[in-house]
């Protein structure tokens, strides 16, 4: 019965125990078996079980008192806030988690502004109550000033022993509205994540909004106008299982059978191909922030590269890519990602699922490049950064950062934010402990080492989320780096005017460290404008030709160290220097 479905979804701040209080919901209402039951059960990947993070949202149906209750587990990091914002899209509540020994945090409040946005019904939590640590007191009183709520409107629960999750299952029947039903109209399904199966092609994850759905029909895309059918129809428990049908306000899957993944876009509305339809609000755009080079050690993997970030994008909609050629590295990828840790998680993926061997260069922003005729370009390789004689000027993306912090810290934030060329906006007070510092910061300045640097002055307990604020005008130039006199394009980078002496500086001496030596002696320069303005050397290795000499005339010894230093000579002029994906990485991480 339609009055008998919930749909909701759990938001919070990166560590607030997601995934864990997923995890005694299923234990809880039999939906897997004590012996199937393992940690972050939702997390697919391997590699979100190693680092203890949701990378992927993640659907899941369960059933309690007679109810029907479809929930999407999210990611909490700022660079999967997209992915957050599709699930909001295909349930009407969401539990907003906060950790009763951090208070709340800076993701818990922009997501919560993401489904205030949505019209979602919110339900307090405060997880985490067995930890020796917590204060439960002082998170009432935070979601008190944050939401307006009662003190009794705040649920207490920990995910991991179970205390209070079954009332929490009961609030969410009580509390979250079911779905709007019209069985009536014909079919509308929005489609808010979708996979590829090599067996079975592409499976769409849909929210049905009107109409039902039954295996064997022929169905279309409203805004591709791609037709397929419908193969299969099922929900998740949190395997496929197979369904009759599924009707309006429900949470499943429709197995499409395209092998092309650029078909079943995420965003796009379902219908049957004979209905004339409006498609349903898809979602906005999002826009790359970071840009980088992705290119495979081995050139003839350039086409095993290409399948493998087609079917990354499938259900991945923040990755954009475009092809590109290197002198230095060949064919490869200029692909666009929301931030550091989206770039890492995307090259570890084609590491492990793919198993290819990569170099990525140096991440940087796309720059608005405003020429002397008029034109403008978006430039966001440093390899096509204009002559300077032709630029009129140069301008940079800025964000809109929030940074959660207890105030004793706020001096050694404020300093950070300067040093960053961050420009204060002001400082609001959640209660007498707690501040939220607004700051205007290039993006350029927020992708290196930022993050690391704020848990750093602040102990740990700073957190911090940004949006896109503007465009602003910026005084950049272009830094090459020279090993052995040669240019390598992918280690070329955008850096300020100002500070570019103490940046090529910095990159030569790691390069010095982790390149190895070789039979001649290498130079490492970093030059601005075909001026050199910082450089290192390493010295070649040496063999002693004269070891084998017993007595005799010194001249038999000068001879021999003659001709070697005549062979150092000629392969100083021929030699060349291999640098190593560690070289690339460090310098990554400057």
């Known amino acids: 019965m339609p009055n008998n479905i919930r749909n909701f979804c759990i938001i919070a701040h990166i560590d607030h125990g997601k995934s864990t209080l997923a995890d005694r919901m299923l234990e809880i209402t039999g939906t897997v078996s004590k012996r199937d039951m393992k940690e972050q059960l939702l997390d697919q990947m391997d590699i979100e079980r190693e680092r203890g993070i949701t990378i992927k949202l993640q659907p899941v149906r369960m059933n309690w008192q007679g109810y029907e209750l479809n929930l999407i587990d999210t990611p909490g990091h700022v660079d999967f806030t997209y992915e957050v914002s599709r699930s909001l899209m295909a349930v009407e509540g969401a539990l907003m988690l906060v950790d009763a020994t951090q208070g709340v945090q800076a993701q818990t409040l922009a997501n919560l502004y993401l489904a205030l946005d949505n019209n979602l019904t919110i339900i307090p939590v405060i997880n985490k109550i067995d930890l020796p640590a917590a204060d439960v007191k002082r998170c009432q009183e935070e979601i008190i000033n944050l939401l307006g709520c009662k003190k009794e409107e705040i649920y207490c629960a ?12 009961d609030a969410v029947i009580r509390q979250v509205p079911p779905p709007s039903r019209d069985d009536s109209r014909p079919l509308r399904a929005l489609i808010f994540d979708s996979i590829y199966d090599e067996y079975r092609g592409v499976i769409a994850y849909v929210r049905i909004f009107e109409g039902e759905i039954i295996a064997g029909k022929k169905i279309k895309f409203v805004v591709s106008r791609e037709l397929a059918e419908a193969l299969e129809v099922g929900h998740f428990s949190p395997k496929y299982i197979k369904d009759a049908k599924l009707t309006s306000g429900e949470v499943g899957y429709i197995v499409t ?28 755009e999002v826009k790359p922030m970071v840009y980088a080079g992705v290119f495979c ?11 493998a970030i087609e079917k990354l994008k499938l259900n991945d909609a923040a990755l954009s890519y475009e092809p590109e050629n290197s002198q230095a590295l060949g064919f490869g990828f200029r692909c666009g990602f929301l931030g550091l840790l989206h770039l890492e998680i995307f090259q570890e993926r084609l590491r492990r699922e793919f198993g290819l061997d990569l170099i990525v260069t140096v991440p940087s922003v796309a720059f ?12 966001y390789n440093p390899v096509s950064f204009p002559d300077p004689t032709l630029i009129d000027q140069v301008d940079e993306p800025i964000m809109k950062v929030d940074i959660f912090t207890p105030k004793e810290y706020l001096g050694a934030i404020m300093q950070l934010a300067t040093e960053k060329r961050g420009s204060y906006l002001n400082t609001e007070y959640l209660d007498e402990q707690l501040a939220i510092l607004h700051y205007q910061v290039p993006l350029t300045q927020l992708i290196v080492d930022f993050y690391d640097k704020l848990k750093s002055v602040s102990s740990g307990y700073a957190s911090l989320n940004y949006d896109f604020f503007g465009y602003e ?9 020279l090993v052995a006199e040669e240019k390598v394009e992918a280690l070329s980078l955008i ?29 490492i320069q970093a030059a601005v404008g075909g001026k050199i303005i910082a450089a ?27 001709k070697q230093k005549k062979g ?12 190593p994906p560690d070289a690339f990485l460090a310098v990554l991480k400057r």
């Open 158 to 169: 920990s995910g991991k022993t179970g205390e209070g999750v079954k009332e929490i299952l």
């Open 257 to 284: 059978g395209l092998h092309e993944v650029s078909q079943c876009k995420v965003g796009d509305t379902i219908t049957f191909a004979d209905a004339r339809v409006e498609a349903l609000p898809g979602y906005k």
């Open 297 to 307: 050690k081995d050139g003839s993997d350039f086409n095993r590269l290409r399948e």
């Open 368 to 379: 608005n490049v405003y020429l002397r005729n008029g034109k403008m370009e978006a430039v």
């Open 473 to 481: 005008k910026t005084d950049v130039v272009k830094m090459d780096i």
């Open 495 to 523: 850096t300020y005017r100002d500070s570019a002496y103490s940046v090529g500086k910095k990159i030569v001496e790691i390069l010095k460290s982790t390149l190895s030596r070789q039979q001649f002696m290498v130079k």
């Open 536 to 562: 290192e050397r390493i010295s070649a290795l040496r063999k002693d030709v004269t070891e084998h000499l017993y007595g005799g005339d010194w001249s038999r010894r000068a001879k021999l160290l003659e």
């Open 568 to 579: 150092k000579k000629k392969m100083l002029g021929i030699g060349k220097v291999d640098i």
